[in-house]
């Protein structure tokens, strides 16, 4: 297996990429302060969640809530399941939890939560109990106006379910709807919630390709589509971009990948997902392992799955001509030098993969004013919302192209011994443009006292 010898910590991740922007967000007087204060966590929550578990025994799970920064509104962000769940790795999505939502203009700052366990061994009532202790332990951290959770991998909509009758057993009289999103529909859910971040990656992928950003592709017909991850995202993409009549040639998850350069039977796949709990071994495709799907030749890459996919070591052997991130983190900051320098364009996850936080906040619109949108009408909020954000980062791309000589020399005078600034790509153009805008949040307010 090849390895990867560069730093692979999110939240040092989270940091780079940031250090990234630092540079193009004006002006630079007294930076470091500034620069820390939009950087650092604001509260980490760290707890002991002792569960009984069908065995009849006690079993203690680490659990984990980050508030990122919440100048521009309650704090936003998934809860997540997953056996490598580290307070560093909550650090990180909750960083980008504000700048997705800062990127989007939607008024939230940035949270997340996760705990540590293995949802695949947990039975239902195991992960009830989960939910509700954890929850419970967190108490007034969370709540409508304070922090709000949401589903992320391997949490869903009953999750949230459980999320919310937790806090509305502890605050009864109330409504709570909003403490919560990406619900049950008969539960103050929003309708699009489900397929939301897949729908915003491709309202974005469609908009850059129709503009010319991504030159290397023409049109949305006959395109070849990779896939890693089959879960909420991965499978929704599948579908969305099969349906627009892309061909989707390779998919995977957890146990393992598929591939036909030919075009996978999407119906069967499902099928075989469905019934065998992976998309291995579906009949008539070509066994790969999760990581190769990412190396199958293609138009359009999209890692949908974890984080730290695409990294110095294979970044080498991608052959897509677009990436469009609908995982959190899929790359690594050295591994999008090497994809520049090869000229595959990244579409960034803080904007590619939004879609889920602006349908969430369409929901917590809905439970504030106990309303229900259409599907139209979440799907024209959505369209707009993240078009919106991508001609933003477009735009800024393009100022920090032109400008790049008088950002170099500005920088230059506060850190002397700074190497040359990279040409700006588009993660670093959606990073400035969020950065800037919590910045300008917090000078507005002024910092307290
Ligand atoms: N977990 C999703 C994300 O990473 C959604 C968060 C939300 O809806 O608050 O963006």
């Known amino acids: 297996m090849r390895t990867s010898t560069e730093d692979l910590d999110l939240f040092h991740i989270a940091r ?15 930076w470091r302060g500034m620069a820390e204060m939009l950087f650092k966590t604001e509260r980490t929550i760290k707890l002991t969640l002792p569960v009984v578990l069908d065995d009849g025994f006690v079993h203690n799970f680490e659990g984990y809530r980050v508030l990122h920064n919440n100048v521009r509104g309650p ?11 580290d307070e560093n790795e909550i650090k990180a999505l909750a960083t ?11 008024p939230f700052g940035g949270a997340k939560g996760g705990v540590a366990c293995d949802p695949k061994t947990l039975s239902e009532p195991e992960k009830r109990r989960i939910t509700r202790r954890f929850i419970a332990a967190l108490g007034d951290d969370l709540g409508p106006h304070t922090d709000i959770p949401a589903p992320d991998l391997y949490t869903d909509s009953q999750t949230m379910a459980w999320v919310y009758d937790t806090y509305s057993m502890m605050h009864p009289g109330q409504n709570n709807l909003p403490v919560v999103t990406g619900k049950p529909l008969d539960l103050g859910g ?40 089959f879960g909420n995202v991965g499978r929704n993409a599948a579908r969305i971009f099969n349906k627009a009549g892309a061909r989707i040639i390779a998919v995977s998850d957890s146990q393992g990948g598929i591939h036909d350069p030919e075009g996978l039977d999407l119906a069967q796949v499902e099928l075989q997902k469905d019934e065998t709990g992976s998309v291995i071994e579906t009949p008539g495709t070509k066994p790969l392992d999760h990581r190769e799907v990412l190396e199958v030749p293609c138009d359009v890459l999209v890692p949908a799955a974890l984080q730290t996919q695409i990294t110095t070591a294979n970044a080498t052997q991608i052959e897509a001509k677009v990436v469009v991130e609908a995982a959190n983190g899929p790359i690594t900051p050295e591994a999008d030098d090497i994809l520049g320098d090869r000229g595959i364009p990244v579409v960034p996850d803080i904007l590619s993969a939004a879609g889920g936080v602006v349908v969430s906040y369409f929901e917590w619109v809905q439970n504030l004013a106990n309303e229900q949108w259409t599907e139209a009408e979440v799907q024209d909020r959505l369209r707009t919302t993240m078009l919106r954000a ?24 506060v850190q002397p011994d700074a190497p040359p600034l990279p040409h700006p790509t588009l993660r670093t153009a959606a990073h400035v443009f969020a950065v800037r805008r919590c910045r300008r949040a917090m000078e507005q307010r002024g910092i307290w006292p």
């Open 390 to 413: 991508a001609d933003a980062m477009v735009t800024n791309r393009a100022e920090l192209v032109d400008r790049l000589g008088d950002y170099q020399e500005a920088w230059t005078k």
């Open 75 to 85: 704090g936003k962000g998934g809860i997540r399941f997953h056996p490598d769940v």
């Open 16 to 30: 780079r990429q940031f250090d990234r922007a630092v540079p193009f967000v004006h002006p630079l007087e007294g």
């Open 96 to 106: 980008w939890m504000t700048w997705k939502c800062a990127l989007t203009d939607i």
């Open 190 to 229: 929003s309708v699009g919630r489900e397929t939301a971040t897949a729908q915003g990656m491709f309202y974005v992928f469609e908009h850059l390709v129709s503009t010319g950003v991504l030159q290397s592709l023409e049109g949305l017909a006959g395109l070849t589509v990779a896939i890693q991850g």
